[in-house]
């Protein structure tokens, strides 16, 4: 599985952007999704995740209700909307693909995309 991740950016405090990873190889509707974060001098970190139908989805303490993932499986598309960003979000964000369950938190995954930078200024 290739993974395409794009729409990162330079963004004010409190604006939004909405990330998009498009998935290519094999058949994606069977693939639980995760997005991904590392910060400048810091570990990876997990974000969010989203099941193969939809659901269930999870979350990152820090980002929920501001973040929602969602996935598209006709275009073998998942998205990472970010609303009310605040600067402690600047990270490179990956998204990833898995051919088991749907889980919580930072666990392995089969298969990574390159990441998209995210920039939140004060």
């Known amino acids: 599985v290739q993974l395409q991740a794009s729409g990162g950016g330079l963004v004010q405090r409190g604006e939004s952007l909405r990330l998009t990873c498009v998935a290519s190889g094999r058949t994606f509707s069977d693939l639980a999704l995760g997005w991904f974060r590392q910060a400048p001098g810091k570990e990876t970190e997990f974000v969010a995740s989203i099941g193969w139908s939809g659901h269930p989805t999870y979350y990152e303490d820090s980002v929920k209700g501001r973040f929602t993932i969602s996935r598209d499986n006709a275009k073998n598309t998942v998205y990472l909307l970010m609303n009310s960003l605040k600067p402690e979000d600047t990270a490179v964000y990956y998204c990833?693909?898995?051919?088991?369950?749907?889980?919580?938190?930072?666990?392995?995954?089969?298969?990574w995309g390159q990441g998209t930078l995210v920039t939140v200024s004060s």
């Open positions: 990833a693909a898995d051919s088991r369950l749907v889980r919580y938190g930072l666990v392995p995954y089969d298969y």
